[in-house]
Nanobody, 115 residues
Framework: QVQLVESGGGLVQAGGSLRLSCATS????????MGWYRQAPGKQRELVAR???????NYADSVKGRFTISRDNAKNTVYLQMNSLKPEDTAVYYC?????????WGQGTQVTVSS
């Protein structure tokens, strides 16, 4: 079975940092585009960052310059380094794996940034 398990969320003060991890199993990780999405209360889920199998990345304008997505194919894990956090970054963060025909999602991890 396919599993994506996020970790690393928590409570942090504005200006602080967190590193999210998403450990995967059941997929050929190295060929999947991996992404981080987030969903705040009352809002739609939005793309935060994405990294392709070739290592190319892109980011939402709201996090560009503050967040960095990376992947370790040997560990089947994708990361999201979040720096200079703002209260508006507060959301549940989800990991996803995008293939040619299928998409898989993790359960999410809560990130709360206090003022």
């Amino acid at each position: 079975q396919v599993q994506l398990v996020e970790s690393g969320g928590g409570l942090v003060q504005a200006g602080g940092s967190l590193r999210l991890s998403c450990a995967t199993s059941g997929i050929i990780f190295s060929i999947y585009t991996m992404g981080w999405y987030r969903q705040a209360p009352g809002k739609q889920r939005e793309l935060v960052a994405r990294i392709t199998s070739g290592g190319s990345s892109n980011y939402a304008d709201s996090v560009k310059g503050r967040f960095t997505i990376s992947r370790d194919n040997a560990k089947n894990t994708v990361y999201l380094q979040m720096n200079s956090l703002k209260p508006e970054d507060t959301a549940v963060y989800y990991c996803d794996a995008d293939g040619a025909y299928e998409v898989y999602w993790g359960q999410g991890t809560q990130v709360t940034v206090s003022s």
